[in-house]
């Protein structure tokens, strides 16, 4: 019968069953002569837990007794028995990460039973950072050697299973099988001996032996020895150092407690291990850093500075792994100053030359010195530091917010930049390297061609104060009375005799926005076009696209502040005209409405925008634009009348959609914006009231941007008046069989010879069907057939019927 319905049995039954129950205990103790109390305790709850399940309880209370029944009411003397029972297992850092290797290496196994690659993939970057902590303690576990060894083969298998299977695995799986192909690849070229050795005799590599671990006393032994060893160490250091300041050795402590000594002797065995190290993970740059400023000032000779410098300042510049992010401003100026000293050794001693084609020197024999007065070509790129430097630079000012007092004090560095690399062009000319003559040169024109002549001047004039009066370019003679544009053209006549493309073009566009900052509007114009830069640039770089754009809408800026209002839309209409403004002149991300842009390429737009001081006014560009259209889309759309094909032909498609916009307005305010102030414009100049116009025109508060704005407003002030004449003629015309000059005049508030010429002009290019009598000083309109709306639809059809038949006739 069940213990669990032994309720209804006597007392005497349970007494005899508890009798037999610990009878048969002391009879096994008896027996198997336990002396341990803990295996005494296990059998004595045993023997209770049996008896507690009595409905009288007596068993239970017997069992409490003797601490066995229930862990939550045991007394002390179960306490002491758990804690002999659980005894830890202690097990070493080595330990635990081969665990972790094992764990991984059998989840890798179970996905390629499955064939899931995904999950491989994942794994296989687990494993690795796990092998390389665990590398830089030891020597690589051979449980990864087999597992990268047998992944690597299957991965061939499934390859060649795949390619002559028809049914082909999910896009998911096969991304991932492409990702991982080349890093397996990549990862397994680093053990290839130890695969090969594996391949060879899988059974033998694995059952040599082992580095055996030693025990955890030992352990804690040795490790107490090398702390106590590398303090001593640090004691004796002390100590040699104040017993002899003029030594001009240096000792760190590095990583384990191990003491590295820095000798003059020992500089270049150091900078080998720091070159070796450079590029792979958990490398600490700034202990290096730290260890090449030290090699810096204990460097004897002139050869070893040169290297130091070479390397220390290439390692600053590695402290920014990150694109997104930008160099800190403390390193930066570290790098800069290190540059100029660079640049000042090789000025003192031009014997040493720093060259990208320079052969290595073996350094191990003895330090190479120039022999027979041939100078020594040294391995290295000062012109690759120096853009590097620039590019950190405006990389600072991309991501630093304009609008605060940092951006303002990150920007005044930029003349100890200009400085820093006019004297390394002095550098390159002097050792007669034209390449890099050429790169710095570009370097030096993309950091003036947008500033005033004023600010060159002045920024010029500070670069040549901090130089060395012996210092002079060849190239570019500084002379206080020199004038801004000679430097510009200067620079650029010497990068057009270059060969490389890339170098011309980008001067031209520089030359050309610059000639156009200044209102040279016909050298700007007639040397863009005689580049034929507009049937090539949609092959450039993104960069240079930018720059052309840039230097286009400069051109527009430029005629519309000369007068040429045609011209100017014709120039603002290729970047205006897109809807892209933003976005094409690097200005800013301008999000679509249906673009899909991933989170990548928004990165990589961020990385192309400019700096905002050398921004270009999208709110006096859109101003400019849209003027200009206006004054000649609302003569065109009087000339064309009630044709059917006038909504066809525009001149500014976002210009005619804005004042459409506007007309279907039920109630429009007083102007707020500077679309609104044109938009008002464009309807009373429509109507003739070219006075209301004008005011409206004037009252843009952009103007005052301009240099020169009384002489903008009066030019917009005579143009509106010219395009109202024009206007007032298309619409009204048609009413009129004379018209004196004289009231036309008086109308538009202009002199009778001036109208005269305007009605001359449009006369002559059949603009309208009317004749001068000049007895009469009047306009004499000759009467022509005017069309209704149907019978302009009616021409319409016809043409198009014809256009239909004669396609079908030549089929």
């Known amino acids: 019968m069940s213990r669990f319905f032994a309720g209804g049995s006597s007392d005497s039954e349970t007494e005899s069953s508890e009798e037999e129950l610990y009878s048969e205990s002391e009879e096994e103790k008896s027996e198997e002569e336990l002396s341990e109390d803990e295996e005494e305790s296990t059998e004595e709850d045993e023997s209770e837990i049996e008896s507690s399940d009595e409905d009288d309880g007596r068993g239970f209370l017997k069992a409490g007794a003797k601490g066995s029944a229930s862990r939550f009411l045991r007394g002390e003397e179960s306490d002491e028995s758990d804690e002999d029972e659980s005894k830890r297992v202690v097990k070493s850092a080595k330990d635990k990460r081969l665990e972790e290797i094992d764990a991984i290496i059998r989840t890798i196994e179970n996905a390629r039973k499955i064939n899931d690659w995904v999950h491989i993939s994942n794994e296989f970057d687990k494993l690795n950072k796990i092998i390389a902590k665990a590398s830089q303690q030891g020597d690589t576990p051979k449980l990864y050697i087999k597992a990268i060894a047998e ?7 499934t390859i060649k299973t795949e390619k002559d299977s028809k049914k082909k695995m999910n896009a998911t799986n096969a991304r991932a099988l492409n990702s991982i192909k080349q890093r397996i690849k ?34 804690k032994m040795r490790k107490g020895a090398e702390f106590e060893a590398a303090a001593a160490a640090i004691r004796l250091g002390a100590a040699a150092t104040a017993e002899d300041t003029s030594d001009a050795a240096f000792s760190t402590i590095g990583r384990g407690g191990r003491t590295i000594t820095i000798t003059p002797e020992s500089i270049f065995k150091q900078l080998r291990a720091i070159l070796e190290a450079r590029g792979k993970k958990n490398t600490d740059k700034a202990e290096q850093i730290r260890n090449m400023e030290k090699m810096l000032s204990v460097a004897a000779t002139i050869y070893q500075k040169i290297r130091v410098l070479l390397v220390l300042i290439a390692t600053r ?3 920014t792994t990150s694109t997104a992010s930008f160099m800190p401003v403390n390193q930066w100026k570290s790098a800069q100053e290190e540059i100029i000293k660079l640049l000042e050794i090789l000025e003192e001693n031009p014997l040493y030359v720093v060259q990208e084609d320079a052969e290595d020197i073996d350094e191990d024999e003895e330090e190479p010195v120039p022999k027979d007065s041939k100078p020594l070509k040294i391995f290295g790129s000062v012109i690759s530091l120096v853009e590097r430097l620039d590019d950190e630079f405006t990389r600072s000012l991309q991501n630093i917010d304009p609008h605060t007092p940092e951006y303002i004090d990150r920007l005044k560095e930029e003349s100890v930049l200009y400085s820093t690399i006019i004297r390394s062009q002095v550098y390159f000319e002097r050792a007669k390297l034209d390449p890099s003559v050429s790169r710095v040169l570009v370097r030096r024109l993309e950091l003036l061609y947008y500033k005033p002549e004023q600010l060159i001047l002045s920024v010029e004039k500070l670069a040549w104060s901090t130089l060395r009066d012996s210092l002079e370019s060849e190239i570019t003679r500084y002379s206080e009375d020199e004038d801004a544009s000679q430097l510009i053209n200067a620079i650029c006549v010497k990068l057009y005799n270059q060969d490389n493309r890339l170098f011309r073009t980008r001067a031209m566009l520089c030359h050309v926005y610059h000639h156009a900052l200044h209102n040279r509007y016909f050298h700007a114009r007639d040397l863009l076009l005689m580049s034929h830069l507009q049937a090539t640039i ?3 770089d993104i960069s240079t696209q930018i720059l052309y754009n840039r230097t286009l809408v400069q051109v527009g800026l430029c005629a519309f502040r000369e007068g040429m209002i045609s011209e100017s839309q014709q120039a603002l209409q290729e970047i205006c005209g897109t809807g892209r403004v933003k976005e094409l002149l690097a200005q ?8 899909q842009t991933s989170p990548e390429q928004e990165k990589i737009e961020r990385q192309r925008q400019i700096p905002f001081h050398m921004h270009i006014n999208l709110e006096l560009l859109e101003c400019v634009y849209l003027t200009s259209s206006m004054l000649l889309e609302i003569p065109f759309m009087a000339q064309s009348g009630s044709s059917p094909d006038a909504k066809k032909k525009t001149i500014s498609k976002p210009f005619r959609r804005m004042l459409d916009y506007h007309e279907r307005q039920v109630f429009t305010g007083p102007p707020e914006n500077t679309r609104d102030h044109i938009m008002q414009a464009s309807k009373a100049l429509a109507t003739g009231d070219w006075a209301k116009a004008r005011e409206l025109i004037r009252a843009i508060k952009i103007w005052d941007l301009i240099p020169g704005t009384d002489n903008i407003k009066q030019m917009l002030g005579e143009k509106i008046q010219d395009e109202g004449l024009r206007t007032y003629l298309f619409t009204y015309g048609q009413f009129y069989e004379t018209l ?15 109208a005269t010429a305007l009605v001359s002009k449009m006369i002559s290019y059949n603009d309208v069907a009317a004749a001068l009598d000049q007895k009469t000083n009047a306009i004499a309109f000759i009467p022509g057939v005017e069309y209704s709306r149907l019978q302009n639809l009616a021409l319409a059809l016809s043409d198009k019927a014809v256009q239909l038949i004669d396609s079908y006739k030549y089929r």
């Open 317 to 319: 510049f590695d402290l």
């Open 151 to 157: 992944l690597e083969d299957f991965m061939n298998e």
């Open 740 to 754: 004196s000059i004289a009231s036309l005049a008086s109308m538009f508030d202009m002199s009778e010879g001036k």
């Open 538 to 540: 949609h092959t450039a």
């Open 186 to 219: 990549k990862n397994n070229r680093q053990y290839e001996h130890l695969i090969d050795k594996f391949r060879a005799d899988p059974d033998g590599f694995l059952l040599e032996a082992e580095e055996v671990l030693e025990p955890v006393s030992q352990v």
């Open 588 to 595: 800013g991300i301008q999000m679509q409405r249906y673009a």
